[in-house]
């Protein structure tokens, strides 16, 4: 532990008094927490440690006085982000409205929908095109010029902490774009900088790792390692080959990490979404993901946070299968110390492979096998994200069920690009992968969902996702576009740089009517506002309280029940286009009685004598007492 004379803590020394003592009391709760997690993966723990509080209380020296108010506000509210009341919305800036100063301007319209959390894609600047939409950082100081500057960015995070909104932000740090200053001065033949990176004088070692591992782009960029004639070595670049992986079994790459970190947070940004955080630890004859360092390193910076700046949220990005994705949110020694935010993608997954085949059995058996979450976390639950969808979908949940998981996955990529018969969904396919039959798809909520085909259910689809993703628990995250039904951008390849990638169909630019709100042609805003509201008051959903996905009793409706100090909710989902039934013994078994309060319409049932409830085609209940 640091003594308060420590040299590490000289930068607390021009501070008053009362506010060394937050920053010691801080340290002295979190330093074991600390400890632990780098000496989990680093041969001399203590000095990173001590190299790390430094750099926290330089930051912690230099926090604006409303940073220091806002870290005090949320420690008094701890799960403000689990609230029913939390919305999530994520959005490119330049698509939404232009640059950050169009981002400020359309602040009501964000408020309109009741959004608190603002996901703006990544706008650190990138290398010239092509950037992995921007995902490529060439500079985490600074901002893509033409959308703003960073004294643009520290304002609007301001603006909207002032309209009650968070902002998130990626925070990319499995690589660097190869024009980043450390793959530069690497390059130059630095050899401190050469360490921060992956590689190797020839094949011989790339060869062992291949023989494990996935390719992520098999298409556009196939192999995980790419030569570099000015270093003349093969290095690391899991993504494109201009995404140089970085290494980080090197304590110099945590400490640049840390002071990212602590960079974006005393600029306001109240959230930080671990981009790829699956892929930073790298270990032989594995797939090099969801490696148990990646969740130490994770604990050591939310730590970090904890001691400088604890109003941050950590959101972990891993888009991986269902037996790997609890960890995010800790499991074991790192139970409720890493993120505290993690993708629900088993779900996002299970919501589309549902509708697809009108039958819930398959979800709910992969759901119930998901263990609770800590109770200081929530899943971000999603639609649509500008990413494409994987079928991450277990073969043995799959079995389970009795469907073949490899057929399964076929059958959704046929489905979900409208080649099976009698599809409505109209996406492309992203990646497919012969070696693996991986076939990935990509495409907006609304062309997924058969509004392109005019299949005269699309709407009620539409809702019904939503439906899902609002009433499971957790916080949802609207993609761009989705709350008003948007669908496929037809001109998507016509942009520089996007024709190899297609993942940008469903990246649209948002149709603003009049300057301040976009088109609503099919009316799905409008009934997406009603969800949004009966939510927002409900309570039972607040993410501290695990969903539970019961067995189903009606193959085509999903049961997800939440028990509340408040009493009982029962989500109902039909996903089928037919009238399908929730047995009275089961409201009675859970103490809903024949009249229950169903809270997307805010009417009650009247179901005495019954012995079904009888719930309409692609129709969603949340039903209270
Ligand atoms: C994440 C992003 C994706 C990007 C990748 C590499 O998965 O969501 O868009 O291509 O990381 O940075």
Redesign the pocket.
Known sequence: MLTPDAPELAPLEALDPRRREVFQARLERWWPDLWQALSEVYDDPETVARRAVGQAAAAYAEREEELHSLDLRRSLAPDWFQRPDALGYAAYADRFAGDLHGVADHIDYLRGLGVTYLHLMPLLRPRPTPS??G??VADYRAVRPDLGTIDDLRDLATTLRQHGISLCLDL?L??VAAEHEWAVRAREGDPTYRAYFHTYPDRTVPDEYEGSLPE?FPHFAPGNFSWSSEMDAWVWTT?NTY?WDVDWSNPDVFCEYADVVLFLANLGVEILRL??IAFIWKRMGTNCQNQPEVHSLTQALRTLARIACPAVLFKA?A?VGPRDLPAYLGTGTHHGKVSDLAYHNGLMVQVWSMLACRDVRLASHALRGLPPTPSNTAWITYAR???DIGWAIDDDDASAVGLNGWAHRAFLSDFYTGAFPGSWARGLEFQSNPANGDRRISGALASLAGLECQDPYAVDRILLVHALVLGFGGLPVLWMGDEVGLPNDEGWASEPGHADDN?WVHRPRMPWRGGKEPEDAHGVGARLRALLAARSDLGHLHASIAAEVLEPLDPGVLLVLRRHPLGTMLGGYNVTEEPRSIPMDLLHDIGLGDRPLEHVTGERLHLDGAHEARISPYTAWWLTT
Do not use: L, P, T
Request: with cysteine; glycine share 6%; net charge negative.
């Open positions: 992995d939409g995902y490529a990319v499995n690589h992520v993504f995404q981009d790829a990005e888009i994200c500008h990413d993942r």
